[in-house]
């Protein structure tokens, strides 16, 4: 059986489908079921603009955004499927704040809701900064599928490194 590195967590029962379908090379048949397109925002600009929609549909009050960009450089493995980070500095006397995200470039070419999912998780950290209930309650509200559509993405990754790309 394949490493399932992305699904570590998930119950056995979850975990042993998984491995049938990757057995069976039905893994990327399934996905491409179930979202047969990719997205069409391509460029950091796109991806702002799509972020700054959630952001003031969910979260008017919290903090302005200054980027949102891919990032080649994100260990998925490691790091995360995307980044939040705040940099505040002092700058001729007065606070200065940046709320910047990332989001692993490899989501350039994957389904909308994947993405959708992805931008969800980190303007929730703009509230809520540990994964806790509240931080899930509110990925929720964003996003009501957000559950199905975390495990998606990982066995969206999981295709990615056993059979290379779909879209």
Known sequence: MHELKYLAGY???VTDQI?????EQQLGAVLLKR????????TDRA???FTLVLKNQYLRKSPPL?????????????QALGLHSFVS???GGKLKAKNEIRIGAVFKTAP????RMIVVHELAHLKEKEHDKAFYRLCLHMEPDYPQLE??????????DLFGPLY
């Open 66 to 78: 200054s980027r949102v960009a891919y990032d080649n450089k994100i260990n998925l493995t490691h």
């Open 151 to 160: 495990l998606d993405v990982r066995l969206y990754l999981t295709q990615l």
């Open 11 to 13: 119950p056995a029962q």
């Open 47 to 49: 991806l702002y603009d």
């Open 112 to 115: 909308l809701q994947f993405l």
């Open 35 to 42: 979202y047969p397109v990719a997205h069409e925002i391509k």
């Open 89 to 91: 500095r002092v700058q």
């Open 19 to 23: 491995a049938r379908l990757i057995a």
